[in-house]
């Protein structure tokens, strides 16, 4: 089970950091993944994190002003935003893969509940 939280409120060039938490013991074999759905659009690979943490990837439009991290000991992977810029308001969902650095949201076999980020103009 994974619960992602720490969406809110922000001004256009500010931080966020948004944490997913998940539940059970195999968690530091999973690939995570960040993802987002603004309204009326798709659901977009945002950036990605492979099981070991040596690894990452992201999306073209937040490469750079976005980093993804994980803590295996504590179960968490972290999406650390700055920067943020109008077009980032969306849902951002995290989400666990066998695999390593799926772009893709059917690569991803579970799902946490989306956390809200706001970012005003």
């Known amino acids: 089970q994974l619960q992602a939280f720490g969406g809110g409120l922000v001004q256009a060039g500010g931080s966020l950091r948004l944490s997913c938490a998940a539940s059970g013991s195999t968690f530091s074999t999973y690939g995570m993944g960040w993802f987002r759905q603004a309204p009326g659009k798709e659901r977009e690979f945002v950036a990605a994190?492979?099981?070991?943490?040596?690894?990452?990837s992201y999306a073209d439009s937040v490469k750079g002003r976005f980093t993804i991290s994980r803590d295996n000991a504590k179960n968490t992977v972290y999406l650390q935003m700055n920067s943020l810029k109008f077009g980032d308001t969306a849902g951002y969902y995290c989400a666990a893969d066998r695999g390593a650095l799926g772009h893709y949201a059917y690569e991803y076999e579970y799902w946490g509940q989306g956390t809200l980020v706001t970012v005003s103009s």
């Open positions: 994190i492979k099981w070991t943490g040596t690894s990452t």
